[in-house]
């Protein structure tokens, strides 16, 4: 008889341990995409656009044919408007008439039936787009259209450098946009032109309820998903297996997949701060630290934990993370209507100086979290309720491969911050995650 190796009767461990907490999660709760939402829903976003463009008119692209052998998924801002997951198709939005014309190379059951499917107002071949594109644009004051590349699962505005242009630079390419914009104009003559974005992300930031439901969903998937690896933790599993498990979690919830590729840092790898190469094999006392959330329904939450392979916690370790958690928790409280990132920055660094921890923590207070990791947002505008932020007070000391995280998606109410990561499945506490790692053993 062959006898497995630990790391996969480890993963087959908790593929078992994992279904009973997973199926908290019902198949009747498992959409994706647009079964998550209602034609209602998409309708009030692209009133809200009306309102905003006024005469003006959007028009739009989807994302393109899948390359070979992978997943197709639709961009976020087209699926925020109209929920519609196929390739190559063109979304017009006529604020004047506030009417939608969705251009598309499939209209399987007719268009009067993806009229009433889609609750847009015209579906035509997208065969016939120049000649209609004329006829719509011919009285248009402006037109919106994208100034960046559609964001895919894994990608956020802050990823698109030199106005989206391909690498290496000087190579002379244009980008996808600026073709868009050229084709556009080419058809509809030349027009006052805007950026789609400054409509968009003012929109996008603030969740609705039913935004709000799917978000809620997704931390219950990544809560799970790195619960189950922290119990999978042990010497000897590759980094990469522990990848493994939390792709899995989030595919058996019903997820297109992991949002991004998991960030999962052993040993001297943990100051890495996006490591993802995911190699190493964990030793004895190793620390870890998981990034990690699903692509759920086209949306995220983005969470952090960190714990030993083995044994406790170092001593200074422990007590970093101790008072980091302090930080974290005042900072999560002063999430509330009227609060901006930098002012919650400030806020923990004050707490950060009251530990004695201030010259250890890097970086700001955190970053949106919606449709992508770090979604669209106003750096300086005051929150509302609906506003998604995630609080990251982190500590990196590179010499001493010290890096401790904690990252969790907070939802802005009007009663102030609720934490969307379920705190019950996965805690914040130091012997909280020590007792999930060796609770299977």
């Given at each position: ?70 997943r197709w998924r639709q ?70 259209l994208p100034r960046w ?154 969470i952090t934990r960190v ?135």
């Amino acid at each position: 008889m062959t006898t497995l190796s630990s790391p996969v009767r480890t993963l087959g461990l908790v593929i078992m341990l994992s279904a009973a907490v997973s199926a908290q999660i019902t198949p009747a709760e498992r959409p994706f995409g647009a079964g998550a939402f209602t034609k209602g829903e998409f309708a009030a976003r692209r009133a809200k656009v009306y309102d905003a463009i006024g005469d003006g008119m959007v028009i739009l692209y989807g994302a393109p044919k899948r390359e070979r052998y992978r997943r197709w998924r639709q961009h976020n801002n087209f699926f925020w408007l109209c929920g519609v997951e196929r390739a190559d198709t063109v979304l017009v939005l006529d604020g004047k008439k506030r009417e939608a014309t969705l251009f598309t190379k499939r209209i399987k059951a007719g268009a009067t039936a993806e009229q009433e499917r889609t609750g847009l107002e015209h579906v035509v071949s997208i065969g016939r787009f120049e000649p209609i594109l004329i006829e719509l644009t011919k009285d248009a004051k402006r037109l919106y259209l994208p100034r960046w590349p559609g964001e895919g699962s894994a990608q956020a505005r802050d990823s698109f450098s030199r106005w989206g242009k391909p690498d290496p630079p000087f190579d002379g390419r244009s980008s996808r946009p600026q073709d868009f914009r050229s084709g556009i104009l080419r058809i509809a003559g030349e027009k006052e032109v805007k950026d789609l974005e400054t409509i968009l992300d003012p929109l996008r930031r603030v969740k609705s309820a039913a935004e709000i439901a799917v978000m809620r969903k997704a931390a219950r998937i990544g809560a799970i998903a790195i619960r189950d690896a922290i119990t999978a933790t042990r010497p000897g599993i590759l980094e990469a297996e522990l990848q493994g498990v939390v792709e899995l979690a989030c595919l058996r919830a019903g997820a297109h997949a992991s949002a991004w590729t998991p960030i999962v840092a052993a040993g001297p790898n943990i100051t890495d701060f996006h490591y993802m190469d995911n190699q190493r094999r964990l030793v004895a006392d190793d620390m870890v630290l998981i990034d990690a959330g699903p692509d759920y329904a086209y949306y995220t939450t983005d969470i952090t934990r960190v714990w030993p392979t083995s044994g406790t916690y170092p001593k200074r370790w422990r007590e970093i993370y101790d008072k980091l958690l302090i930080v974290h928790r005042k900072t999560i409280a002063a999430v509330k209507p009227g609060m901006t990132y930098r002012k919650l920055t400030g806020i923990l660094r004050s707490e950060a100086r009251a530990q004695g921890i201030a010259n250890l923590v890097v970086g700001g207070a955190g970053h949106y979290t919606g449709m992508s990791p770090h979604d669209v947002g106003s750096w300086g505008e005051p929150f509302v309720a609906g506003v998604v932020f995630n609080v990251e007070p982190l500590v990196i000391v590179p010499e001493e491969h010290l890096h401790i995280r904690f990252e969790d998606t907070v939802l802005c109410t009007e009663n102030g911050g609720e934490v969307l990561t379920p705190l019950d499945v996965l805690p914040w506490g130091a012997d909280a995650l020590l007792k999930i790692r060796d609770e299977q053993r």
